[in-house]
């Protein structure tokens, strides 16, 4: 195989005197997987861009980078962006649909989204030198795994076929499949192990669920060879090899370049909540959110009557959908929620009212009904759809419920595709009263609702799932709407509250 070339465009250099920085390690590392992530602000996506990229002078050669939504790779400043700017210096030519940049002498890099477990099946016959698998965090290892199962390539350089390689940027997250690939590489406290950066292991993975490690090549080969003499008619071990693995750890303080231009990177961050903070700032791989860290009821000014009308700027009603009365059997199913969020012209939040429900389908469809007709076309209905076949069903089937009680109402499906404590965390930022020097974000009209509401706020998340946590997620769906709604006007509200206007 060839060794590791760099095109002439050079990655940031550590200055110290004959010390790698992790942008150089992780374009120089030898493994086949490469973890490399942290810190947000690290560096991760030029790098991924550099690595996908980087052999675009070999005739045949192709490279896949990959997130799971598509708004992901085309935001402003993500992976794509970045691409295009560093391809088109390397005499890329780029097409925005497909996206893919491609050169003269046939090299390409693809870039595609696969929201959906599902979508790694669409690339089966496709060989790609480099895999580029980016937030990897946010990936079940049934994908990653399957997906290095295309890493193959015909590409040479003089008659060397190019070591194929798959590079997986992260940010941590303790409950995340890769976390526990990573195990070795970080210590008890949650954070990397200084000694242990950039340094290879080897692995098979034996079966579907486990992967057996070793400390030296030598001794996984040795293995396989076991396993093949004892398994002789055994297409898997026939073709078994050891894979190697690293973990390279990214810091904000690395990134010079960024820090240069925007020196400010680091304090939003810490204006974050605690997890976030712990996690993005801290690059802490145990950071888990406890009862009582994401939210609190002393965050909410309560007010008597819903804000008129004319100082509301957005407004969107989030659902958390369930379709199960209590029996005998099953005495406290999900609730069913419906979370009315207000964004107010003076930048808080306003929970103006819930409604919530056990009960069966037929009846929640009727309630869906009501709230929806009673809310009128000036509120956005938000549904969370499950992945997959069955939640697609699921999500036409609440659209035509929701516009066959109003016709002109908006309706609004997103597909979770992470846990629940990635969509709570940027609301509980949002609403956290010390990101914003004590002043209140947030408030609350009275109703019957609000003991519920916030006592399933505070326990969330709850161990072993003893309090519902429905409240919240509807809350996050309508969050996230508001957000996505409102990109524009929260970016001049911000900029306007910080000149003093």
């Not at 969107?316 to 009365?325: E, F, H, K, L, P």
């Not at 609301?427 to 009263?433: H, N």
């Not at 505070?458 to 072993?464: D, L, Q």
Request: proline share 6%; glycine share 8%; aromatic share 10%.
């Amino acid at each position: 195989m060839t060794t590791i070339e760099l095109p002439p465009i050079a990655p940031q250099q550590s200055p110290i005197p004959g010390h790698l920085h992790p942008q150089e390690k992780a374009l120089l590392s030898e493994a086949d997987l490469i973890v490399f992530g942290g810190q947000a602000g690290g560096g991760k996506t030029w790098t991924a861009a550099y690595f996908a990229g980087r052999w675009n002078h070999v005739p045949g050669y192709g490279a896949l980078v990959t997130r799971r939504e598509s708004p992901e790779l085309t935001g402003s400043g993500g992976i794509w962006d970045q691409a295009k700017t560093l391809y088109r210096e390397w005499g890329a030519r780029t097409t925005e649909s497909p996206m893919n940049a491609t050169w003269p002498n046939g090299a390409r890099v693809e870039f595609r989204h696969m929201q959906l477990e599902s979508d790694v099946e669409k690339h089966d016959g496709m060989q790609y030198g480099a895999l580029v698998v980016d937030e990897a965090q946010m990936w079940t290892m049934r994908m990653i795994w399957y997906l290095w199962g295309r890493c193959r390539t015909m590409a040479q350089i003089d008659g060397v076929g190019i070591k194929a390689q798959c590079l997986l940027t992260c940010n941590p997250d303790p409950d995340c499949d890769l976390r526990k690939l990573l195990d070795w590489w970080i210590g008890e406290d949650g954070l990397p192990v200084p000694a242990r950066d950039g340094v290879l292991r080897w692995c098979v993975r034996a079966d579907a669920e486990e992967v057996k490690w070793f400390e030296s090549e030598a001794a996984a080969h040795e293995w396989v060879r076991d396993m093949r003499a004892a398994n002789p008619d055994d297409p898997v071990y026939e073709h078994m090899r050891p894979t190697s693995i690293t973990f390279i750890g990214s810091k904000l303080a690395d990134n010079r370049k960024m820090l240069e231009v925007d020196p400010t990177y680091g304090a939003r961050l810490a204006m974050g909540d605690a997890i976030t903070r712990a996690r993005k700032l801290g690059g802490n791989w145990n950071a888990r959110a406890t009862s009582g860290a994401l939210f609190s009821r002393t965050w909410f000014g309560v007010v008597e009557e819903q804000p008129d009308w004319s100082q509301v700027h957005c407004a969107v009603r989030g659902w958390d959908i369930a379709s199960r009365a209590p029996t005998p059997e099953y005495p406290d199913p999900d609730y069913t929620w419906g979370a009315l969020w207000l964004l107010l012209m003076d930048g808080r939040l306003c929970c103006a009212d819930s409604v919530y429900c056990k009960e069966s389908p037929g009846a929640v469809d009727q309630l869906l009904a009501r709230v929806v007709q009673a809310d009128g076309p000036r509120v956005i209905q938000a549904f969370w759809q499950d992945p997959g076949s069955a939640g697609v069903r699921d999500g036409e089937y609440l659209v035509r419920i929701a516009r066959g009680a109003l016709p002109s109402v908006q309706v609004e499906v997103e597909v979770a595709t992470q846990k629940k404590v990635p969509y709570a965390s940027p609301l509980s930022a949002r609403l956290d009263p010390r990101t914003k020097h004590n002043q209140t974000q947030g408030l609350v009209v009275r109703g019957a609702w609000n003991s519920e509401f916030f006592h399933q706020l505070e326990a969330f998340p709850s161990p072993g799932d003893r309090v519902h946590d429905d409240a919240v997620d509807a809350s996050s769906r309508a969050w996230l709407e508001l957000s996505k709604q409102s990109t524009g006007w929260m970016e001049d509200f911000t900029r306007a509250m910080k000149q003093g206007r």
